[in-house]
């Protein structure tokens, strides 16, 4: 059974969120807060390995066969050696009514068969999408769009990616959608509601042998004492709980 994540203030400007045991944090309970100029709210998750990936025995948040072409699985996890998140997920709501959601941070890569690390890189995607009952999806605007790519940070002599090198990353529809991030728990045992993305993408590589796709669990970070005491937060509440209202 997988457990929710924990999320611990380490501090009122940082936060350290790691895979103990916790209580869910409802869809119900997310937040917006006040962002600059042009900008309604944002809100921030940290991204976890999801533990309902077709590669066992390890998780992973990410799965990019093409990364080598040699047919053989290659996952990249969202978590350092404690269980912590290394990777976040933004969600920025515009005053036009736009909606962009960003994945950024450091992932680390390895064959699922023979345990071949590849190393460290840096994870930064974007989706432009829409609002939905219970999250966020792309709609299939992404189809075939540049996301942004990998970039090699700490790589090994195995990976064909070096420190630097840039590997692009465009969205791929599965004919309905290019990407989800949805409180529904797909393939979560026993939580119906936890935060889950997926979403499916092609590198320049990609020869049609495997997979490439996202899929992880989420939760959302919360703000520090400070910020939930001011009046821009109370606004920013009171704006989300209007926005859900009418979904």
């Known amino acids: 059974?997988?457990?929710?994540?924990?999320?611990?203030?380490?501090?009122?400007?940082?936060?350290?969120?790691s895979s103990a045991h916790a209580d869910f944090v409802n869809p119900a309970e997310l937040i917006g807060n006040?962002?600059?100029?042009?900008?309604?709210?944002?809100?921030?998750?940290?991204?976890?390995?999801h533990p309902g990936g077709m590669v066992s025995p390890q998780e992973y948040g990410l799965r990019l066969d093409s990364f080598t072409n040699s047919g053989i699985p290659?996952?990249?996890?969202?978590?350092?050696?404690?269980?912590?998140s290394t990777v976040r997920l933004i969600v920025?709501?515009?005053?036009?009514?736009?909606?962009?959601?960003?994945?950024?941070?450091?992932?680390?890569?390895?064959?699922?068969n023979g345990g071949?690390?590849?190393?460290?890189?840096?994870?930064?995607?974007?989706?432009?999408?829409?609002?939905?009952?219970?999250?966020?999806?792309?709609?299939?605007?992404?189809?075939?769009?540049?996301?942004?790519?990998?970039t090699g940070l700490n790589t090994t002599m195995d990976s064909p990616l070096g420190n630097g090198d840039f590997l692009e990353l465009s969205g791929k529809s599965d004919g309905s959608d290019a990407f989800r991030f949805l409180a529904d728990?797909?393939?979560v045992f026993g939580n119906m509601d936890e935060w889950v993305g997926r979403?499916?993408?092609?590198?320049?590589?990609?020869?049609?042998?495997g997979f490439d796709d996202l899929l992880f669990t989420a939760q959302i970070v919360p703000l520090p004492p400070a910020a939930l005491a001011g009046l821009g937060m109370l606004a920013g509440i009171g704006a989300y709980r209007r926005w859900r209202s009418h979904r």
Do not use: K
């Open 1 to 17: 059974m997988r457990h929710t994540h924990q999320l611990m203030l380490a501090s009122v400007a940082g936060f350290c969120v």
């Open 92 to 112: 920025t709501e515009f005053m036009d009514g736009s909606i962009s959601l960003n994945i950024n941070g450091t992932i680390s890569g390895n064959s699922a």
């Open 34 to 49: 006040a962002t600059p100029e042009g900008v309604s709210s944002t809100t921030t998750f940290a991204l976890f390995n």
């Open 199 to 209: 979403g499916w993408v092609m590198g320049p590589n990609t020869n049609g042998v």
């Open 116 to 150: 071949t690390s590849y190393g460290d890189f840096m994870l930064d995607l974007t989706y432009s999408v829409d609002a939905t009952g219970n999250g966020w999806e792309d709609n299939n605007m992404s189809d075939g769009a540049v996301l942004g790519g990998l």
């Open 74 to 84: 290659i996952t990249f996890s969202f978590e350092d050696t404690n269980g912590n």
């Open 185 to 187: 728990g797909h393939r």
